[in-house]
C-alpha cells in the first residue's frame, strides 16, 4: 500500500499543533507527558530544533518550580520527553531525573498478580490491583525504550511483562477492543474509575510507537498469510518473542503455550 500525502501541508499543521500545544498551562503528570512526548515526536521527524528548543525551555521552568515529591505511574508520562532532551542534548539533568523515574517503576511501583503495575494517580493506593490501559504508554512503553536505549535486559522483560498481562487482562477476545481498565479484585472490568467503555485496541501512542520499535533497537517482523497478521516482536535476551495485536478493528486470540498471538482482520 502507498501513502500519498502533501508533506508540506502535513508539517504546517504539525507545527500548529506545536505552537497551541506549548501555550497550554500544563503541569508535571500525564497530560503534560503525552502532550510533549508528541512536541518530541515531531522534533524527531521533522528536525526542527525551534520544537526542541521550546520544549527543553518549558521542561526546565517546570523543573524550577518544583517536582512532585514521590513519582506515580502518571507522572512517569514526562519520561518520555526526558528520554528526547537527553538523546538530543545530553545534559546530565535529564538523564537523572529519567533514571529516577525509571528506580521508581522498577523497584518501588505498586505491583499485582505476576509482576503487574498497578495504576497510580497519587501516593496514596487509590486503585488497588487495577490495571489500567494508560499504563502501557506512561510507564511500560518508558521502560521498553529506556531498557533498548541502555541495554537493559532486565528491564526490556519487565516491560514486556506490562505489555502481556495488560493484553489479558483488558482486550475483549470478541470484539479485540481494550478495556480501559480491569480491577483484579472483583476481576471484572466495572467500577473502574474513568472511563468504562472499550478503548481502541491501539492504546493510543502505546501499541502505536511498539509497531514502530525498529528505531529504538528491537526488530518487529510482520507477516499475513491466509488473511491472519502476525506481528513478532523480537527481543535481545528474551526466553520467547512478544507477539502484539497489531491492526486496529481485529480479533485476536492466544494460541496453545500462550507463545503466539493471531490477529485475524
Not at 511483562?161 to 480491577?183: C, K, M, R, T, V
Not at 471484572?188 to 510507537?209: C, E, M, Y
Not at 492466544?254 to 507463545?259: C, H, Y
Amino acid at each position: 500500500m502507498k501513502l500519498e500525502y502533501d508533506r508540506e501541508q502535513v508539517e504546517e499543521a504539525v507545527h500548529r499543533i506545536v505552537k497551541r500545544t506549548m501555550q497550554m498551562d500544563l503541569t508535571w503528570d500525564w497530560p503534560c507527558g503525552v502532550a510533549y512526548y508528541g512536541v518530541a515526536a515531531a522534533y524527531e521527524r521533522t528536525g526542527k530544533k525551534e520544537y526542541l528548543e521550546l520544549l527543553q525551555a518549558r521542561v526546565d521552568e517546570l523543573i524550577s518550580l518544583g517536582l512532585p515529591e514521590t513519582w506515580t505511574v502518571n507522572t512517569c508520562a514526562m519520561g518520555h520527553c526526558l528520554m528526547t532532551l537527553y538523546e538530543a542534548g545530553g545534559q546530565p539533568r535529564y538523564r537523572e531525573l529519567l533514571k529516577s523515574k525509571i528506580e521508581y517503576l522498577r523497584t518501588e511501583a505498586l505491583r499485582f498478580g505476576n509482576h503487574v503495575l498497578q495504576h497510580t494517580v497519587s501516593p496514596q493506593n487509590d486503585f488497588p490491583e487495577q490495571a489500567w490501559a494508560d499504563t502501557l504508554f506512561m510507564a511500560a512503553y518508558l521502560m521498553l525504550r529506556y531498557g533498548v536505549a541502555e541495554e537493559d535486559t532486565e528491564l526490556i522483560q519487565d516491560a514486556l511483562n506490562q505489555w502481556y498481562w495488560h493484553i489479558n487482562y483488558l482486550q475483549d477476545p470478541e470484539s479485540a477492543f481494550f478495556y480501559h481498565g480491569y480491577d483484579n479484585i472483583s476481576k471484572g472490568h466495572r467500577g473502574i474509575q474513568g472511563n468504562f467503555q472499550k478503548v481502541d485496541p491501539g492504546l493510543g501512542s502505546g501499541t502505536g510507537a511498539c509497531l514502530s520499535l525498529r528505531s529504538f533497537g528491537l526488530r518487529g517482523v510482520l507477516r499475513i498469510k491466509d488473511k491472519i497478521l502476525y506481528l513478532f516482536l523480537l527481543c535481545p535476551g528474551a526466553e520467547a518473542d512478544i507477539i502484539l495485536p497489531c491492526p486496529v478493528f481485529c480479533k485476536a486470540e492466544m494460541l496453545p503455550g500462550d507463545t503466539l498471538r493471531k490477529v485475524s482482520l
